[in-house]
């Protein structure tokens, strides 16, 4: 089984920055390969929406409100992707789930983490 697992949420002022961690692991350290890796999130009373993704190659795409404020990274040594946030607004709130179109045992999945918050004061 391919787990997601994410870090890095908490609580920042308006203006502030975070970095969002997620690292890919299988169990019994069997072999995968990460196509794509790629960060949503679901605001309060709001559907999950797409924030950034990130292919193997390091191609990125960005909706347009994150667009000059974050920054999807991916480590393919560490299988690990990041999300570093800047100039955050309360809008920005929400749980921030990490995903990953992964191969695994011949088949290729979407994964999910677990989600983290992400809590912007104004």
């Known amino acids: 089984q391919v787990q997601l697992v994410e870090s890095g949420g908490g609580l920042v002022q308006a203006g502030g920055s975070l970095r969002l961690s997620c690292a890919a692991s299988?169990?019994?350290?069997?072999?995968?390969?990460?196509?794509?890796m790629g960060w949503y999130r679901q605001g309060p009373g709001k559907q999950r929406e797409l924030v950034a993704d990130?292919?193997?190659?390091?191609?990125?795409n960005y909706v347009d409100f994150v667009k000059g404020r974050f920054t999807i990274s991916i480590d393919n040594a560490q299988n690990t992707v990041y999300l570093q946030m800047n100039s955050l607004k309360p809008e920005d709130t929400a749980v921030y789930y990490c995903n990953g179109l992964i191969s695994w045992r011949g088949i290729l999945k979407r994964y999910w983490g677990q989600g983290t918050q992400v809590t912007v004061s104004s």
């Open positions: 990130i292919s193997s190659d390091g191609d990125t």
């Open positions: 299988a169990s019994g350290r069997e072999i995968f390969r990460i196509n794509a």
